[in-house]
């Protein structure tokens, strides 16, 4: 197995308030780590360490090795997708533009290799294809997260970085794209990173679910050891919001 991304030691803290302290966790090319915890407990710092958005006060995150802090930031980001919290879009640009960018620019001479590929990514996240030329403004915010989705695979990325990328969506379209986005990983065997408040999309998801509290893992591991063997009781109570919700 190789390691696609490497936390090492990891330290951040925002002026005295320390959000990380001796971080430290591996995650294999091809994994699905699906990430869960209390808000501020630092979900979002981590993931923008991985394309060098935030940078560690100590340690080290090294992506296929690399140490971000010296690897080309153009290099690096293009081969990350990044679904950011509360999808941001690029204001000034269409729903096609928006899509199209990194596509683009590596398509610079074959435009319709890109048209074809943002066609079929608004499929696979539901968007009609009405959608195209308008902007972010004329969206919902739920289509806005659907592009902001469609945005990060179209870079056909070897990391995918999402930040809650479901949450203003509805219930059975969530259900969807929740099935959409485990087939797309199972089929291109992308290593992502997802972020997410809902453990039982954490435990759909993930191959590997980490729970973290107050910059900590509270445990790390696969979903039915987190379901069987709580490791704290951190871990169990929320678990046992899972439960409830199962039962009544
Ligand atoms: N630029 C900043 N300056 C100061 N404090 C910050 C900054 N960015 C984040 N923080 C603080 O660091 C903590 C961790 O933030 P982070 O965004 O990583 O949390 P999170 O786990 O993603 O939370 P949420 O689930 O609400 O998205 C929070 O307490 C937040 O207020
Ligand atoms: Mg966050």
């Known amino acids: ?113 890109t048209k074809t590929a943002v066609k079929k990514w608004m499929d696979i996240v539901g968007l009609d294809e009405d959608l195209l030329k308008r902007y972010a403004n004329e969206l919902s915010g739920g289509q806005q997260q659907r592009v902001g989705i469609a945005r990060a695979l179209a870079a056909s990325p070897d990391i995918l970085l999402m930040d809650e990328p479901f949450g203003a969506v509805d219930e059975i379209t969530r259900t969807g794209l929740q099935d959409e986005i485990i087939r797309i990983q199972k089929e291109s065997n992308i290593t992502t990173i997802f972020i997410t408040h809902d453990i039982r999309e954490a435990l759909k998801l993930g191959s590997r679910v980490l729970v973290m509290d107050k910059g900590e893992i509270q445990q790390i591991g696969k979903p039915d050891e987190i379901l069987s063997n709580p490791a704290n009781e951190f871990v169990e109570r929320l678990i046992a919001r899972e439960v409830n919700y199962l039962t009544h």
């Open 1 to 113: 197995m190789t390691v696609a991304i490497e936390f090492k030691n990891i330290k951040k803290q925002y002026r005295d308030k320390t959000i990380l302290e001796k971080f430290n966790l591996s995650i294999e090319e091809g994994e699905f780590l699906t990430v869960v915890g209390s808000s501020g407990c630092g979900k979002t710092t981590l993931l923008k360490m991985v394309n060098a958005l935030i940078i560690p006060d100590e340690g080290q995150v090294l992506v296929h090795g690399k140490c971000t802090q010296e690897a080309n930031i153009i290099d690096l980001r293009r081969r990350i997708g990044y679904a950011i919290q509360g999808s941001v879009l690029f204001p000034h640009m269409t729903v096609e533009e928006n899509i199209s960018y990194v596509p683009n620019l590596w398509n610079k001479r074959d435009k319709n290799k």
